[in-house]
């Protein structure tokens, strides 16, 4: 069933789980998401990124992601992450995406405040959320790392003034996370995730969630974070997938597919497990 995030991240709140968000480029990564998800009896965020439209377009996703999340027996949010740019965001609300997230995080603070607050009215208008980012999740790697990143962490007070004069759903915050591989131990600061949890009273939400340890997951899900943004790892476990069927023999592409959905159903079951995001829709 399609909802919004608020549906889904409402709930996880209040229960003290964690919901996982994954990008699914493509129908094999959609349906190891989904089939997973249905198969645990859990809620699901699933969708796309601005920086990952080079590999499926925006309306292409949209086809295959939204007809499959009606259908789904769980709660299913299709969301549209790091939207980058105002066009993008008015496109995927028009194709039907259920929950935006405007990423204004690398602005400054009151022209974040203003645009983000913006997004909101529009969407709210239309029953769709809005996930905003105070502070920048930067990279590990390539375009858009930070020299310090502990420079841009969330600050608790600004969070809450951020909450109240946007009016968001759920808050991405920087806390030590960070997009793609980790080249070290993330450390992520736990006592700064409760800070502003206790200030905001709003489901908090983790980029960068691949490469974390369970342990990371679980502290940082009992101090507040509801959401959890997985890619890498999906992704990785879809070409080591396809891996395994090239040297069991497998010839064709056809062949391939159960392999590489198949690899990446255990690292979603892994996650939706350790979020404690089992048997949470009946």
């Known amino acids: 069933m399609l909802v919004n995030m608020n549906e889904i991240l409402l709930s996880a709140k209040a229960g003290g789980y964690g919901v996982g968000f994954f990008n699914a480029v493509n129908v094999e990564m959609a349906r190891a998401v989904l089939e997973t998800a249905q198969e645990l009896n859990a809620p699901v965020i699933i969708g796309t990124a601005e920086v990952l439209l080079p590999a499926m377009e925006l309306e292409r996703v949209a086809e295959y992601l939204i007809p499959m999340a009606k259908k789904a027996r769980v709660p299913v949010c299709v969301h ?7 066009a993008r965001c008015m496109e995927a609300l028009r194709l039907g995406f259920t929950s935006i997230m405007y990423d204004c995080s690398t602005a400054d603070y009151e022209t974040n ?3 983000t607050a913006q997004m909101v009215r529009i969407c709210h208008a239309m029953n769709v959320t ?3 980012e105070l502070g920048h999740v930067g990279d590990n790697a390539g375009l858009g790392k930070l020299e310090n990143p502990s420079d841009f962490f969330t600050d608790p ?3 809450l003034d951020y909450v109240q004069r946007t009016g968001i759903d759920a808050l991405a915050v920087a806390v030590g996370n960070a997009h793609g591989d980790y080249r070290f131990p993330p450390k992520l600061d736990f006592p700064r995730i409760s800070a502003i949890a206790e200030k905001t009273h709003l489901p908090l939400v983790l980029h960068g969630g691949s490469g974390l340890t369970d342990e990371d997951f679980q502290a940082a899900v009992a101090r507040g974070v509801c959401k959890v943004n997985i890619f890498t790892d999906l992704d990785k476990a879809g070409k080591a997938g396809i891996q395994a069927g090239l040297q069991a023999g497998v010839e064709t592409m056809m062949g391939l597919i159960p392999y590489e959905i198949e ?3 255990q690292v979603v079951r892994h996650k939706i ?8 829709f009946f």
């Open 157 to 159: 007070d600004m969070a």
């Open 273 to 280: 497990e350790v979020f404690g995001g089992k048997n949470r």
């Open 80 to 86: 549209y992450d790091h939207g980058l740019s105002f």
């Open 263 to 265: 690899a990446m159903k």
């Open 113 to 115: 405040v203003a645009n």
């Open 130 to 132: 809005v996930e905003g």
